[in-house]
């Protein structure tokens, strides 16, 4: 079994999910950081050069082959949830978390560097929001707020998790 840690850009799925994985004795993957080593590239130039079909592609072969694995934290990327076959492979072995930050906080020290569907013209971070907030809904076996400090929200989490009996 998988935790898989979903959420808006911004929201700490990958801190939240190399934390967790230290609690609770799992390994960590960021499936950003797993497609950047794999095509030798970063996101900005896997979009830059195939565009965001090629990097949804590439998001899609990732979650299929980390859904094999087993007793992995998973942290996705925000746009993780726009593609059903990518939850339906993490979904199957794996337990979905929806780590809900609001909007406004979402906006706060926000590096778009990295995130080429941030840098586009007008509120980009609103329209992703109101796009994908449905999604993490619907796949999400938690949900945690994002209103504590790292060690609570794994504190916590953890604790809801062997509650469940997903962890022991």
């Known amino acids: 079994m998988n935790i ?8 700490g799925k990958t801190t939240i999910a190399y934390e967790l994985a230290r609690k ?5 993957i960021d499936i950003d950081r797993l497609i950047e080593k794999e095509a030798g590239m ?3 130039e896997i979009f830059r050069k195939f565009g965001e079909e090629d990097f949804r592609r590439r998001e899609t072969l990732a979650c299929e082959r980390v859904a094999r694995l087993d007793k992995r934290v998973i942290a996705t990327g925000g746009g993780t949830v726009m ?3 990518n939850m339906n492979f993490l979904k199957n072995r794996g337990y979905v978390i929806y780590l809900k930050r609001p909007l406004e906080f979402l ?14 013209e007008g509120d980009p971070m609103t329209k992703l929001y109101n796009q994908r907030a449905p999604l993490f809904e ?14 609570l929200m794994c504190k916590e989490i953890k604790r809801r998790l062997k509650v469940q009996g997903v962890i022991k």
């Open 107 to 120: 906006k706060t020290n926000l590096d778009t560097s990295r995130r080429p569907l941030l840098r586009a």
């Open 42 to 44: 970063s996101i900005n």
């Open 24 to 28: 609770i004795g799992y390994k960590a």
């Open 83 to 85: 593609r059903e076959e």
């Open 4 to 11: 898989v840690i979903i959420g808006m850009p911004n929201s």
């Open 138 to 151: 619907k796949y999400c076996d938690m949900t945690m707020k994002t209103d504590k400090s790292v060690f």
